[in-house]
């Protein structure tokens, strides 16, 4: 049976196979046929072990790699008037990087703060992103509001629906401000389809990511399950963006203590498996 989605349609984050550098993140990637690497910024951080800018623009070019995102900036929200300018100030660092190594997008975790009132936290998100909206269409970057599980609104994301993510978006309204699709994030909200095709008509689908829901998870960060481990109907909901518009890469993207043990070659093999049989395999998703 033919795999539904090619492999150029495949991007991997980088902070997925954990294991490796970004220059084997790009050689094992390009061995594979994958089509494109988001970039987490610790490997283009010489401060944190990684390559300079420059040089991961040169590693990622030579591999002929896309580069669907530059991972991440944001957590604006703080009580602290100090803080909210030193996010903004790092976002800005962030789109320099991010035109740096050919990145199309930045993705934004926008952050939440248990001391702040969630409707006081995404006034200060909006704030931020239009703080930085400008410097981003110089850069020609989109930036990628990503709407996390409701489980992170107390300290990662005050924006936990696409429902919210659209209404901010159309809040702002600012060509290069838009959406991060993780099906992890958003497989469970009422009205999904309904609010893929708003952003699709938007025009604000900048970016999909895909994993999978376990049913029984040993920690709610680092154990997302690979596509076909858990629950979610993955398949349609990659069906449902392209509905909308959306013509980009799926970016792979797991937190997993446990496949983060594996032998990385071992993983990218299930992973390249898993992105294969999407959509085409019953055994796997419930298509």
């Not at 931020?128 to 300290?155: C, G």
């Not at 159309?170 to 952003?199: K, S």
């Not at 013509?247 to 498996?273: K, N, R, T």
Request: charged content about 20%; aromatic content about 6%.
């Amino acid at each position: 049976m033919t795999a539904a989605w090619p492999m150029n349609k495949l991007a991997i984050h980088t902070r997925t196979t954990r294991n490796w550098d970004l220059r084997s993140c790009c050689a094992k990637y390009q061995q594979a046929g994958i089509g494109g690497v988001s970039v987490w910024r610790e490997l283009i951080d010489p401060a944190q072990g990684g390559v300079s800018p420059d040089e991961a623009r040169r590693i990622i070019v030579d591999a002929g790699l896309v580069v669907p995102a530059l991972v991440r900036a944001g957590f604006f929200v703080s009580a602290d008037t100090d803080e909210r300018t030193a996010a903004i100030d790092d976002a800005r660092v962030a789109i320099r990087d991010a035109q740096a190594i050919g990145a199309e997008q930045i993705v934004l975790v926008v952050g939440a703060s248990p001391g702040v009132p969630l409707e006081h936290a995404r006034s200060m998100v909006c704030d931020a992103v239009v703080a930085i909206a400008d410097d981003a269409a110089q850069a020609n970057l989109r930036l990628a509001i990503e709407p996390l599980h409701p489980m992170y609104a107390s300290d990662r994301s005050c924006i936990n629906t696409l429902a919210n993510a659209n209404d901010i978006c159309a809040q702002i309204a600012h060509p290069q401000v838009g959406v991060a699709l993780d099906v992890y994030h958003l497989w469970w909200e009422p009205g999904l389809a309904t609010q893929i095709m708003r952003a699709g008509q938007a025009g604000r689908i900048f970016g999909v990511h895909i994993c999978d829901w376990k049913t029984t998870l040993s920690d709610p960060l680092n154990d997302r399950g690979l596509m076909g481990d858990g629950c979610i109907d993955i398949a349609n909901f990659m069906r449902s963006t392209e509905a909308a518009g959306f013509d980009g890469m799926f970016e792979v993207e797991v937190f997993s203590e446990s496949y983060w043990a594996m032998d990385p070659d071992q993983y990218l093999a299930l992973i390249i498996d898993r992105f294969s049989n999407l959509g085409t395999n019953p055994s796997l998703l419930n298509d």
